[in-house]
């Protein structure tokens, strides 16, 4: 079926801890994945994007994990801070021939405790 | 510099009227997407925009919805005969181009009465 889901929809963790959200897709023609961040009342931000060719890219206290073998996406975030509490999206693009068109997971709410 | 534009920022209009949102993708993007989100939900992708090709409507729910973009910039989705079921908020995004990050606007809330 279409679909991408997250395993948890609740996260919360202690201020300077680091933060594994995951996420599990279902089309193994997917060749594009991305991670949003949606604050409350705002539109998602992008965080990091990974193409299929590669297994792990890693952006500012940022880092995602890409297994194709099992269809599992991990965002870490390290020594997580108050700003990064939100709502975290992952999101894939359906290979070759598509139309660009993204689809999300129902997204992860990541609590920073201070 | 810019990101996307949307308007207006909130909407309430009553069941059985038509309603229009507007959106103002980067400039030089080509690439133009309509999303909807329920709340507390994740997106709900509805159509797609590149360049001059045919847009792909296939996440359109009904044939309510429709959408233009013109000269390849502004777009506009429109919902006629609005539901209470169409409640929720409208994000717009751009891209470069395909298989490129999505930026998105701020989104419209709409709420039918």
């Known amino acids: 079926g279409e679909s991408v889901g997250l395993h948890l929809p609740t996260l919360s963790v202690q201020e300077g801890d680091n933060s594994i959200i995951n996420c599990a897709y279902s089309?193994?023609?997917?060749?594009?994945f991305i991670w949003y961040k949606q604050e409350s009342g705002k539109g998602p931000q992008f965080i990091i994007d990974i193409r299929s060719n590669m297994d792990k890219r890693q952006g500012q206290r940022v880092t995602v994990l890409l297994n194709k073998t099992v269809k599992h996406l991990s965002l870490q975030i390290a020594a997580t801070q108050p700003g990064d509490s939100a709502v975290y999206f992952c999101?894939?693009?359906?290979?070759?021939?598509?139309?660009?068109?993204?689809?999300f997971g129902q997204g992860t709410t990541l609590q920073v405790k201070p | 510099g810019a990101g996307v534009s949307q308007s207006p920022s909130n909407k309430v209009t009553e069941k059985g009227k038509d309603v229009e949102l507007r959106c103002d993708p980067i400039?030089?993007?080509?690439?133009l997407y309509w999303y909807r989100q329920s709340l507390g939900q994740g997106l709900e992708f509805l159509i797609y925009f590149q360049g001059n090709s045919a847009p792909d409507k296939s996440g359109l729910p009904s044939d309510r919805f429709s959408a233009e973009r013109t000269g390849g910039s502004v777009s506009t989705l429109t919902i006629q005969r609005t539901q209470q079921e169409d409640s929720a908020v409208y994000l717009c995004?751009?891209?470069?181009?395909?298989?490129?990050?999505?930026?998105f606007g701020p989104g419209t809330r709409l709420t039918v009465t």
């Open positions: 995004a751009s891209s470069l181009n395909r298989n490129y990050e999505q930026y």
């Open positions: 999101a894939e693009n359906r290979g070759s021939g598509n139309t660009g068109k993204l689809i």
């Open positions: 400039s030089g993007h080509t690439a």
């Open positions: 089309n193994s023609a997917s060749d594009y």
